[in-house]
C-alpha cells in the first residue's frame, strides 16, 4: 500500500519523521515554497511542492493509496477535495487533526467576515495573528491603514501580497514561529494593540502562548472558530495506526529530563553587558541589568522613547567584543538566533527572549527586599508559575525590610 501525506502543519512534519524513522517511504505533499523549505531530507519521504486542484489530487491516488489529511483545521476546501478526491478513486482518508484547546474570556465569531464586522463595532488597534489569505478581507475594517497590524511569515510572496493590499512597512511583522508567551505579550506592547485577532490553532500553533500573552497585557482575544466541527486522530494515534497498519516497530526514543538551571548570582557592577532590540522586553531587561550595576549598550534598528538606543542599526558579531553578557530580544527570529550561536562560539552567556532552547541563561524574574535578592525561573513553559512564585517572594522579602 502506498502512504501519501498531505502536510502543511508541524503534526505533518512530525509524522513525517515518523515514517522515516520506522524505515516507512511516503510521499508527502505541500502547497508552498516555504512548507517544502522546512522540511529537511529524510529518508523514505519524497516531497511534492505545489497546490493541487480536485484533479490534481486525484492523480497521485489509486484504489492501493492510504492518505493522511495532515493539513490545517482551518483548511477546510482542501479537506473537502482530498476525501472526494479518495471517494472517486477508492483511497483510505485517514485525518490528523490538532485538536481545538479550551478557552475562556475570550470572543468567538464564526469566519473572517464576522470578524471584520465585530471590528468596525469596536474600535481599536489590532493585531492580526490569522494569516496571510485572510488580509484582503480585513481591509474593510474602518480606518484599518491606521488600526490594523499583521503579523505574517517572511516569506517574498506574502510580503509582496502585503504591499499589493497597501499594508504599510510599519503594519507589517514578518516572523516566523514558534512564539513564545514572552514574544506575543512584547509585540502587542509594542504595536500598542487592544485586540488580538487569532484562530483556534491548537496546542502546536501556539494557541495558549497568545491567550496568556492577551491576558497579561489586558488586550481582548477574538477568535475566529474552526471552520466545522471535526473528527480525527491525534499525533500520537496517527503514528500508532500507521505503525500496525505497515507492520513498522516504532523507534524507542527516551525522552531527556531537562537539566534545571544552576541559579548563579555574580556581580555585574561595570561589567559589559549588551541589549540587541528596543521593545517592551529588552527595555525590562536593560533596566534590570542597569539597576544591578552593569554597563549596557543597546543595540537595536529603531529607537523608541521609552529605551535610549547606544547604536541605531542593526545587529553586529562586533557588538560582541568584551562583552559579558549579551540578551537578544529583537523581533525578528533569525537574528536572535544569530546572536545566540555566535555568543555561543565566543562563550558568552546569552538569554534568549524568543527561544528558551537557545539561551545558555535564563534571565529570571527579580526578588529584592531586606537585603536579600532572590531570582525565580521556569524552564520556558510555566510563566504563570514564575510569575505567581516571584509575587509571593517579594511578599515575603518585603516583610522583612
Given at each position: 500500500m502506498k502512504l501519501v501525506i498531505f502536510s502543511g502543519t508541524s503534526e505533518g512534519h512530525a509524522l513525517c519523521r515518523f515514517v522515516s524513522a520506522c524505515g516507512g517511504n511516503a510521499d508527502v505533499c505541500v502547497a508552498t515554497d516555504y512548507g517544502a523549505a522546512v522540511m529537511e531530507p529524510m529518508r523514505g519521504i519524497t516531497v511534492h511542492e505545489g497546490r493541487l486542484d480536485a484533479d490534481a489530487m486525484e492523480a497521485v491516488l489509486d484504489a492501493d493509496t492510504l492518505l493522511v489529511d495532515a493539513t490545517h483545521p482551518y483548511a477546510a476546501l482542501v479537506s473537502d477535495n482530498l476525501r472526494a478526491a479518495c471517494a472517486q478513486t477508492g483511497a483510505e482518508y485517514v485525518r490528523l487533526l490538532r485538536p481545538a484547546l479550551d478557552s475562556e474570556g475570550v470572543i468567538t465569531v464564526p469566519d473572517t467576515a464576522a470578524a471584520v464586522r465585530w471590528l468596525n463595532v469596536h474600535p481599536g488597534r489590532a493585531l492580526l495573528t490569522t494569516g496571510s489569505k485572510e488580509l484582503e478581507a480585513?481591509?474593510?475594517?474602518?480606518?484599518?491603514?491606521?488600526?490594523?497590524?499583521?503579523?505574517?511569515?517572511?516569506?517574498?510572496?506574502?510580503?509582496?501580497?502585503?504591499?499589493?493590499?497597501?499594508?504599510?512597512?510599519?503594519?507589517?511583522?514578518?516572523?516566523?514561529?514558534?512564539?513564545?508567551?514572552?514574544?506575543?505579550?512584547?509585540?502587542?506592547?509594542?504595536?500598542?494593540?487592544?485586540?488580538?485577532?487569532?484562530?483556534?490553532?491548537?496546542?502546536?500553533?501556539?494557541?495558549?502562548?497568545?491567550?496568556?500573552?492577551?491576558?497579561?497585557?489586558?488586550?481582548?482575544?477574538?477568535?475566529?472558530a474552526r471552520p466545522r466541527a471535526e473528527e480525527g486522530k491525534t499525533l500520537a494515534e496517527m503514528q500508532d495506526f500507521l505503525a500496525a497498519r505497515f507492520g513498522w516497530t516504532a523507534p524507542v526514543q527516551e525522552q531527556p529530563k531537562p537539566t534545571p538551571r544552576f541559579p548563579l548570582f555574580v556581580s555585574l557592577a561595570g561589567k559589559k553587558c549588551i541589549v540587541f532590540g528596543a521593545g517592551a522586553i529588552a527595555a525590562r531587561r536593560v533596566g534590570v541589568l542597569r539597576r544591578f550595576g552593569a554597563a549596557v549598550t543597546v543595540v537595536a534598528p529603531e529607537s523608541p522613547a521609552d529605551i535610549a538606543v547606544d547604536h541605531r542599526r542593526g545587529y553586529e558579531k562586533s557588538d560582541l567584543s568584551g562583552v559579558f553578557l549579551a540578551v537578544a530580544a529583537t523581533n525578528d527570529r533569525q537574528v536572535n538566533h544569530r546572536i545566540a550561536a555566535d555568543c555561543a562560539d565566543l562563550h558568552i552567556p546569552c538569554s534568549v527572549a524568543d527561544c528558551a532552547a537557545e539561551s545558555t541563561f535564563f534571565f529570571p524574574a527579580v526578588c529584592e527586599g531586606g537585603g536579600l535578592t532572590a531570582g525565580v525561573v521556569s524552564d520556558g513553559t510555566a510563566h504563570g508559575k514564575t510569575a505567581a512564585?516571584?509575587?509571593?517572594?517579594?511578599?515575603?522579602?518585603?516583610?522583612?525590610?
Open positions: 480585513f481591509t474593510a475594517v474602518e480606518g484599518w491603514r491606521e488600526r490594523l497590524v499583521a503579523r505574517v511569515l517572511p516569506s517574498a510572496s506574502v510580503l509582496e501580497q502585503c504591499a499589493l493590499l497597501g499594508f504599510a512597512g510599519a503594519q507589517i511583522v514578518a516572523m516566523q514561529g514558534p512564539f513564545s508567551h514572552e514574544m506575543n505579550a512584547a509585540l502587542l506592547r509594542q504595536t500598542g494593540a487592544g485586540i488580538l485577532v487569532t484562530k483556534d490553532t491548537g496546542k502546536a500553533g501556539g494557541f495558549a502562548e497568545k491567550l496568556s500573552a492577551a491576558r497579561e497585557v489586558g488586550a481582548t482575544v477574538l477568535v475566529i512564585a516571584a509575587k509571593r517572594i517579594r511578599a515575603v522579602l518585603e516583610e522583612m525590610t
